[in-house]
């Protein structure tokens, strides 16, 4: 197999930097318990729950036959006051559904046994209901699945030791596609779409970790993963095998940012408080997510673990919809966001600030955030601002209307013309951005691309906004030099109007721009003519292809690429994987789990170009660390033996929410040499070009990409910490602000 080379050397790479850290971290305990509504003691969580749009069935539905010898508990603690158990060996139970999944609640306890589980007469699971507590812990999931052909099917459950059943949820997603679904042939000049996978948790949030893997985070909601007795809320996706493994978490990443250390350690920040029965059906017993700084450590197994420790690792302040991006100093800002959750932006709840992690002194800060009067001037549509490090350091940031440059080394900010006709790009009105591909050809000018969004009025009240509002088609260019600055916008239109659009930069230097909706705003339940509650509507389903390098007019491809018919809006991804294709997830415009119409989504496609089809060039061998300015040889495969068309890009992947992919980059690194199979490159000059930290390389032979390699950048060394700063910072403020201040008024507002 052709990526042979590349695995082992990822192997050694492991080796050298990051082996045998163990996956158990100190902090506070993984798992708070649930309180239950009228209640301050924590207990077990009940995880049973009927989604919007599924049906739920308690265990004495007559539908339900029984064999052998079934008793019924009667507890006010049970599904519609009831449980059917036994103790007898191969007494059964079989339910008959039409649907596309089903799920089986019922109680665990020490007494509990193991339970064999039959669909349509095939043995699927062999479930263990025992759990430690001598009492029955009730509301238990024991079983679901999720991905049934539709129709009508048989759910056969043989007890081994003793169960129960308390109820049983049938779902009924549109659209399921069986497992055994086969893929289809394709000709090799065509892009191509396919469904594989489910990330058993909502992909709000992405990120590629290493060749094999990509990072999901969600909210805290019902999701089909469990981990701990618990849905889970972020996911482990393999990328070569396409299954997903469950990673706990304990505090609410919703609506949170991300980014990479200098060092290669992931951190997922801010989010919402405390999910609450005020705010969801259940309370999971998760921690407020607003100041948290979640570290995403690899473990020995190849495999990753997120750890948090409010009481040393957090914010200053709470953050809900923030940006994080990675500095030329490989630390990471953190940027504007909201103080607690709720919906479009306004001057109570807006936190206009800057704050870096980890902390830092910048003029006399010493720790604590600092005021950017740009987040004040653009409310009210400013969260998630779009920010791009530029390689002279400073920022780019764009937020509601307008843009700006920051440079925060010195706390100054330089305005830019407001983006043009009056379009907003940030959320709930949201646009995506990119920074073009940079090249020493020409001094790495930057050049940033903004699409989408909407020109509705952010000061109109959530009844004056309708989910049938036009979203915008353009796109607005600017060159980030003086005379750039001076030249203005360059507007373009899309081949469709997309609000929430995903901007994906591909390793040949074009974009593909997926997902997203022709109508309405970002969230959910605000707007007039909510669909299920969703505030957008027309899912836009057909990609396009964007060359930055042609002339205006010309730069949409008008070839067809493949369509879905999976509607994705709000709480989407889309993001470059390092073998070459688009991996595409996610959706839920819902408060919770949902099956109504834009229900929550679990199903993967890849949106796969040519060239992942033809003959590909290939990096046999590689440096893992590449320094600034330091000249690497590698080993590589090329197609033709004498191609005069091979570049070497350096690419982040970013990480991507609600539009926003913050530090997604690509650079077009100096080839200095290709002689042979061996090509001899510089790195980037500094980290403005390329901030310190992990990247992907691949030679790209006469258009077609290699599979990406990861390597670190710089010096694969964390950023400086200022112990000072981080010590003032942590004495000075408070963790979990606003969980604190809540003890006194009773919050209910903490929605979307
Ligand atoms: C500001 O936003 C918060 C959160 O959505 C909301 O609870 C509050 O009512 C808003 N305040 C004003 C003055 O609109
Ligand atoms: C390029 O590399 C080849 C093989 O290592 C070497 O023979 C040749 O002199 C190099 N050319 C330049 C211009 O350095
Ligand atoms: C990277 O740096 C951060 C910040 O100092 C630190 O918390 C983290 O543990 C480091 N990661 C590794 C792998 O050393």
Redesign the pocket.
Known sequence: MKTYPCRSLIFLYYLLLLVAVPCVYAGESAWNGHTPPGSSALGPLRSEYVPPGAKGYPSTSPLISYKGDWKTLYSSNFYNNAARYTSQEHASMTFSFTGTGIEWFGNCGEEYGIAQVYIDKTHVASVNTYCDSNLPQPGQRHFGEYRLPSGKHTLTIIAVGTCDATSFVVTRAKGSSSHSQKKPRFSENQWTLTQEGSTGVNAMQIAVLDEAHAIIFDKVEHNPLTINSHPSWASLFNLKTRKVIPLDMQSNSFCAGGSFLSNGTLINVGGNPVVTDHTSPSDFGDVDGLQSIRLVHPCSDGHYSVAESHDTVRMASPRWYSTSIRLDDGSVAIIGGSKKGGWINNATVNNPTIEYFPPKDIQGSNGLPILLPFLKDTLNSNLFPIVCSLPDGRLFIAANNDAMIYDWKNNVEQRLPPIPNGVRVTYPMAGTGLLLPLSSANGYAPEILLCGGSDVDDTKAGYEISSQDPASSQCSRMVLTDEGISAGWEVDQMPRARLMPDAVLLPDGKIVFVNGAGSGISGYGNVVDQVGVSNADKPVLIPDLYDPSLALGSRFSSEALPSSAIPRMYHSVAIQTPAGDIMIAGSNPNLDRSEVAYGTEYRVEWLSPPYMRGPRPQILRHNAVLGFGEEATMTVKLVKPNSNDVRVVLMDHGFVTHAVHSNSRMVYLDC??I??D?I?IKGPPDGGVYPPGPGFLYIVEDGVPCEGVRIMVGDGKGPQVNQAALENMLKSTQPDQYEKSKTSQDNDNDGE
Do not use: A, K
Request: net charge neutral; proline share 0%.
């Open positions: 200095l040499n002689s042979g061996t001899t």
